[in-house]
């Protein structure tokens, strides 16, 4: 039978903001890859190598970046909608070019999903949709899924209160679906696939099933998820093909055309980006990421933060727990503290201190 996938790609990044204001947040950089990358890389580990990404936010972006997707292994097409249709209305939009078994993912997870063993649980039960479930701490941010005692689908129960919790499994963004369930979504229309589609499938008692295995997973839509995704990736807690660009050293990934100062002191682990240049004394990590072009003058101290391109840091600056957008300009003697978010080229003066709100 054959098997493709579907990305839905098509949102906007407000949570991710200033960092999404000029990069659409499929393709936001993850210890210096483009996110999407790491979700090809998981389909094409599976043997799914036929992926369509479904867009709408600065598809031209996207599509400069991502290219055919042969850089990933994988064959990527594009639909783009001229209007956001929502979840459901986005798996729609690309069912010309889907012909058998069908993988949608939503385009902020990043997840290590056995998509194989998803994919039997599938077949051997004869469903027509499976949904892969994860817990959580606090199920009242999210869309609960409750199931019946063999693994059916019993209810959903959209970001609930604390009263009406019932189970701690979520949507996690993750399902398969039989090509025909698709022409069910009404065609070039809004439509979501947690508040619409699912309920109606389980209205016309169409074989659905819940999968909930033990697997790393994380929405990475927000400023602090997206921070905890590189200090997790950093920390091998999610098993990805993907490795950091760069020279693997002992104490993380090192580009060959950087420059470090003999007195730079690397704290692992720490991703290191092409033609970055540390001066005297500067301390690196642990948790730290630079991008291509990235100055950090004499004494610097960054710890637990991420800096995209071309950022200048001035001597004496510390960061602890930041996301630097491109371009930024840090003083000299600033102090950054955790929860810093810098949108593309902000610039703060010598002795500016920075300590958000958590």
Request: proline share 7%.
């Amino acid at each position: 039978m054959s098997l493709q996938a579907v990305i839905l790609a098509g949102g906007m990044g407000t949570r991710l903001r200033p960092l999404t204001l000029h990069r659409p947040k499929p393709v936001v950089p993850l210890v210096n890859v483009p996110f999407l990358h790491h979700q090809l890389a998981l389909l094409g580990a599976h043997g799914i190598t036929d992926v369509i990404l479904s867009v709408s936010h600065m598809p031209d972006v996207i599509r400069g970046v991502m290219g055919d997707g042969r850089a990933a292994g994988v064959r990527l097409r594009y639909v783009v909608e001229s209007e956001p249709l929502g979840t459901a209305g986005g798996v729609r939009n690309a069912a010309d070019l889907v012909d058998g078994r069908v993988v949608v993912l939503n385009g902020d997870v990043l997840t290590d999903v056995d998509l194989g063993a998803m994919l039997a649980a599938h077949e051997a039960q004869h469903a027509k949709a499976t949904i892969f479930l994860t817990p959580v701490e606090n199920p009242t941010a999210y869309g609960l899924v409750e199931l019946e005692a063999d693994g059916r689908v019993h209810r959903f129960l959209e970001k609930p209160g604390w009263d009406e919790v019932t189970t701690n499994t979520i949507n996690a963004g993750i399902y398969v679906l039989e090509r025909e369930l698709l022409e069910l979504i009404p065609k070039g229309q809004p439509s979501s696939i947690e508040r619409e589609f699912f309920p109606m499938l389980l209205e016309r008692r169409i074989p659905f099933i819940g999968h909930a295995p033990r697997a790393y997973w994380l929405d990475i839509g927000t400023a602090v998820k997206y921070h905890q995704a590189h200090q997790d990736l950093l920390d091998r807690l999610v098993q990805t093909p993907v490795s950091p660009p760069g020279r693997r050293v002992q104490e993380g990934w090192v580009d060959p055309s950087a420059d470090l100062h003999s007195t730079v002191r690397l704290r692992a682990p720490v991703v290191i980006g092409p033609d970055c240049r540390l001066e005297q004394d500067v301390v690196l990590g642990p948790g730290v990421v630079l991008g291509s072009g990235c100055r950090l003058g004499r004494g610097v101290q960054l710890e637990a933060s991420v800096l995209w391109e071309d950022v200048t840091l001035g001597p004496g600056a510390r960061l602890h727990g930041c996301l630097l957008g491109r371009g930024c300009r840090i003083g000299a003697h600033a102090d950054l503290g955790a929860g810093t978010v810098l949108g593309d080229g902000s610039a703060l003066s010598d002795y500016s201190r920075l300590t958000p709100a958590q």
